[in-house]
């Protein structure tokens, strides 16, 4: 298995409140992803990252931001949760053929 | 505007028979294909790829076709196991590999004993 983990594996927090989701890989993989899944949406891009310093939008990234100080670690931000981006929040990373996915994170936004 | 798009749902198949997953796409451009698995409170896994360079490629019970013509691909497993139930995604990419991926809906797959 690929060395992603992503921390908290649940929250529920208030509309309004910000709230911070951490991914971190040990494999020194270059680009990182974030999405949502949803049901009937399948797996939506949030946001990306290609290297240290360098991110980008992806599908669904208004509400969001992300940074990636080291390698290692992507922090996907909620600025203030609204009830709309209560979800399944998955990392990813790549190599060449294929991403792979970390657990997950369960977020509940009452 | 849904690029990647697998019309069925959900979708329940007898124990030892052929499951046959679908999806279709609409950007051209896409070059590289991929389904990915996912059981409940985990993350998806990969199963198997395909380059828009062939048209089949096997791995074991798994096989994707895909026909660029008609912009659709589809997954074969064959003989469906109990262990199979899970929701499928297909995705694809527009530059070569795995990077920026679209995903489709996913489609629900059940087998029956």
């Known amino acids: 298995d690929a060395g992603i983990t992503q921390s908290p594996r649940h929250k529920v927090t208030e509309t309004g409140t910000p709230v911070t989701l951490r991914c971190h890989q040990t494999e020194n993989h270059r680009y990182m992803y974030w999405y949502r899944q949803d049901p009937g949406h399948g797996l939506r891009l949030i946001h990306y990252?290609?290297?240290?310093?360098?991110?980008d939008k992806g599908e669904v990234s208004d509400g969001y931001s992300v940074s990636r100080s080291k390698t290692e670690d992507f922090l996907l931000t909620l600025e203030s949760a609204t009830s709309s981006q209560t979800s399944v929040y998955f990392c990813a990373i790549s190599g060449r053929d294929e991403q792979f996915f970390g657990p997950g994170t369960r977020l509940t936004v009452l | 505007d849904q690029q990647v798009k697998q019309n069925s749902p959900s979708l329940s198949v007898q124990e030892g028979r052929i499951s046959i997953l679908n999806c279709d796409y609409t950007?051209?451009?896409?070059?590289?294909f991929l389904w990915y698995k996912k059981y409940p409170a985990e993350g998806p896994t990969f199963l198997i790829s395909?380059?828009?360079?062939?048209d089949k490629n096997e791995d074991g019970r798994f096989t994707v076709f895909l026909n660029k013509s008609a912009k659709h691909l589809s997954l074969h497993i064959v003989p469906s196991q109990p262990g199979d139930s899970a929701v499928y995604f297909c995705a694809a990419s527009a530059n070569e590999g795995a990077q920026k991926l679209v995903f489709g809906q996913g489609t629900r797959l059940t087998i029956n004993p």
């Open positions: 395909i380059s828009s360079i062939k």
């Open positions: 990252s290609y290297g240290v310093k360098d991110t």
């Open positions: 950007n051209s451009m896409f070059d590289y």
